[in-house]
C-alpha cells in the first residue's frame, strides 16, 4: 500500500485547510485509515481515523473542528480542519493499517498557522 499525502500549506489562525491522501496497491485488507502530526520535538499523534465500515474517531483537541472522511469507495482519505489554530502546526502524515498486519505511513505534509 502506498499513501500520498497532499494540501497542507500556511494559512492564518481562524482559516481551514484540506488534507487529502491517496492510497493504492492492495487495499483489500486495510480496516483503517488515519491522520497523524507531528510537531518539532513531541512525538507523533493521533488526529482521526476513519474505518472501513465508517466509524470515525477524533482526538479531543480537533473534536468539532476537524472532519475525516470515508474512504472505502474511493481509497482518497481526507481531513477537513476548520478554525485552525497556531498549535495545529506540525507535518500530518497519513496512516493506513491492515490486517496483513501492516501499518502503512505516507510522506507527509506541512500544515503551518500563523497567529
Known amino acids: 500500500v502506498q499513501l500520498q499525502a497532499s494540501g497542507g500549506g500556511l494559512v492564518q489562525a481562524g482559516g481551514s485547510l484540506r488534507l487529502s491522501c491517496a492510497a493504492s496497491?492492495?487495499?483489500?485488507?486495510?480496516?483503517?485509515m488515519g491522520w497523524y502530526r507531528q510537531s518539532p520535538g513531541k512525538e507523533r499523534e493521533l488526529v482521526a481515523t476513519?474505518?472501513?465500515?465508517?466509524?470515525?474517531i477524533y482526538a479531543d483537541f480537533v473534536k468539532g473542528r476537524f472532519t475525516i472522511s470515508t474512504w472505502r469507495a474511493s481509497n482518497t482519505l481526507s481531513l477537513q480542519m476548520n478554525s485552525l489554530k497556531s498549535e495545529d502546526t506540525a507535518v500530518y502524515y497519513c496512516?493506513?493499517?491492515?490486517?496483513?498486519?501492516?501499518?502503512?505511513w505516507g510522506q507527509g505534509t506541512q500544515v503551518t498557522v500563523s497567529s
Open positions: 496512516n493506513a493499517n491492515s490486517y496483513v498486519p501492516e501499518n502503512y
Open positions: 496497491g492492495n487495499m483489500e485488507t486495510v480496516y483503517r
Open positions: 476513519m474505518t472501513n465500515a465508517g466509524t470515525p
